[in-house]
């Protein structure tokens, strides 16, 4: 079956005339599929034995809701979809000030194998098409009413684990006939695949580049991040300042506050001395619980940020949203998971 709607607009051109079909029909069916089509058949300017043809040559299934839930405390709004295979993954918009974002899932599963995280739980079970990225942001936007200015790939999964269509998508939900949002209205999160890091910065997309660190020093990191393992924090740093030479973008710094593990002074410090010279900002993140895991979240967040404060670095505490709906990294799938085990 081909994936139309993870095709850009040449693509799709190409696909068509190899249809016989004039050029014209790929605008026309690019901008249904991103306004949000859920089928052919109401592709109603389409000849009807057109749209009977891509019915049966296409694989297009539009997810559906499989669980919905909303934040009493802030109006976060939780998704888990359904894919046409039976898969389900995550996205929740939140709601700022400055406009609603949505964090997108990459991946079915995960395998980076954090220690801390949910998501890679019960490993990785395929890659998402760029198609399923993008219906995530669109139908979100449309089940919501909410519109959509922001994206972070902060969701299930690694983004650079998956790049071909990662990448597609970038171009997708970019593209002003689609959903058209600007690349520096897009973030990307990544656990540090040093050499994707690499390939990105050449690239030069204004995107916002997030590092998953959570620990400054090798032991540290690789412990709760096998992805460290024969690679190491210096390697990552050396990634993150040419990133910043070549694009001009300053890298957003994740660090998940665990009680007794990352939170001590002596690493505030070393995590300072790392982003000397290279502009970067810390975001601290109050560790979010997972059942399965041993970690706490730690109680020297607030020492913490001081400290590297004194030190020059520019810090945030990131707010807390969606407390009350399993919001965080994969807890909703992997409960919906749990529950569909569950002996009768
Ligand atoms: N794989 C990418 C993106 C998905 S994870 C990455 O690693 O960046 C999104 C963010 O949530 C990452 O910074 C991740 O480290 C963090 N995270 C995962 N589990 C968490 C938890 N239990 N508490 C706080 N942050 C967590």
Redesign the pocket.
Known sequence: MTDIKSMDLSQMTAYFQALGQPAFRARQVFQWLHRGARSFEEMSNLPKALRERLGAECLFAPPTVERKQVSALDGTVKYLWRLHDGNCIETVLMRYKHGNTVCISSQVG?R?G?A????TLAGRVRDLTAAEMVDQVLFTQLDSGAPISNIV???????LDNWDNVMRFLTLINHPEGMNIGMQHISL???GLVEKIDKLAALRLQLTL?V?L?APDDETRSRIMPVNRGVGVERLFESCRRYFEQTGRRISY?Y?MIDGVNDHDWQADLLSRHLKGTPGHVNL?P????KESPLRPSRRVAAFQKRLESQGVTVTVRRKLGGDIDA???QLRRKQMLEAHKPN
């Not at 790939?153 to 983004?159: A, D, H, R, V």
């Not at 560790?287 to 997972?290: A, D, H, K, S």
């Open positions: 995960c980076m954090c801390f995280c949910a998501s790939l902060m969701g299930i999964g690694e983004p999160s990544t656990c997030s998953s959570h994740e998940a993140i560790l979010n619980e997972v965080s990294c994969g």
